[in-house]
C-alpha cells in the first residue's frame, strides 16, 4: 500500500470552522488536510497565512477555515449545505479531491462532486475558486491524467478560475515536506499561499479596506 495512502487514512478529523464576524464578508476555505493544517502549529498554515495577508494587504475579509483532514469529494458535498449557511460566505475556495484519488476512488464520482459542490458554492452571487490537485505517477497514466484533467475541465465549463495544482513547487521537494511526503511543513506554507493568491486577489473586487 502506497505510503501516501497510508498517511491521509492515519489523518484525523481536525476542522477549524469558526463563526464569521457579522461586518466582514467571508472567505470560506473548505478543504482537507492540507488547508486544515495537518501536522503544524494553527498559526503556520497557509490558510491562516492567507489571513494575515488580507489584512497586510487592507482587504476586509475574514476566513473561515473549514477544512476537515481526511475528506473526500463525497464528505465535503454532504456538509457544504451547512457550512454555506452557517458562514454566508462572498468567496468560496474548494480544496477537495486529493483523498479521492489516493484512495483509488472512481475518477466519475469524484468529479461529480466537484462540479455539485461547485455549482452549489456559486449560487446567490457566490464567487468560486477551485484548487487542483495531482496523483503520483504510480497510480497509473490513464488515472493520473483523467484526475489532473477534471479540474480543468470542470473550471472551464462552470467558468470559475482554477489553481491548477496547489502543490506546484512543493511535490518531490524534501525540504519542503513533513515526514509523510504528502504535507507541506512549514517552510512550505507561505508556497502554497503564492500558488493560490494569483488567482484568488481578482475576485477580492473593491473590498480594500480605506486607510
Do not use: C, K
Not at 15 to 40: C, F, H, M, N
Not at 44 to 51: I, K, M, P, R, Y
Not at 130 to 147: A, K, Q, S, V
Not at 178 to 192: F, K, S, T, V, Y
Amino acid at each position: 500500500m502506497s505510503l501516501w495512502v497510508i498517511a491521509l487514512w492515519l489523518a484525523l478529523p481536525v476542522g477549524t470552522a469558526r463563526a464569521a464576524l457579522p461586518d466582514q464578508p467571508v472567505i470560506l476555505v473548505y478543504g482537507d488536510s492540507i488547508s486544515a493544517g495537518y501536522g503544524l502549529a494553527p498559526d503556520q498554515g497557509w490558510v491562516n497565512l492567507l489571513s494575515n495577508r488580507l489584512s497586510r494587504e487592507g482587504y476586509g475579509f475574514q476566513v473561515v477555515n473549514a477544512s476537515v483532514s481526511g475528506e473526500t469529494t463525497t464528505g465535503g458535498l454532504a456538509r457544504l449545505p451547512r457550512a454555506l449557511a452557517a458562514h454566508r460566505p462572498r468567496i468560496v475556495i474548494i480544496e477537495l479531491g486529493g483523498n479521492d484519488g489516493l484512495r483509488g476512488l472512481p475518477l466519475a464520482t469524484t468529479r461529480a462532486n466537484l462540479d455539485a459542490m461547485i455549482a452549489l458554492a456559486g449560487r446567490s452571487g457566490r464567487r468560486v475558486l477551485l484548487l487542483g490537485m495531482r496523483m503520483p505517477p504510480n497510480y497509473g497514466e490513464r488515472y493520473t491524467r483523467g484526475f489532473e484533467a477534471a479540474y480543468a475541465d470542470l473550471a472551464r465549463q462552470r467558468g470559475v478560475p482554477e489553481v491548477p495544482f496547489l502543490l506546484a513547487g512543493l511535490a518531490g521537494q524534501p525540504a519542503l515536506m513533513q515526514a509523510d511526503g504528502i504535507h507541506p511543513n512549514e517552510r512550505g506554507q507561505p508556497i502554497l499561499l503564492d500558488n493560490v493568491w494569483p488567482a484568488l486577489r481578482p475576485l477580492l473586487g473593491g473590498e480594500r479596506q480605506r486607510h
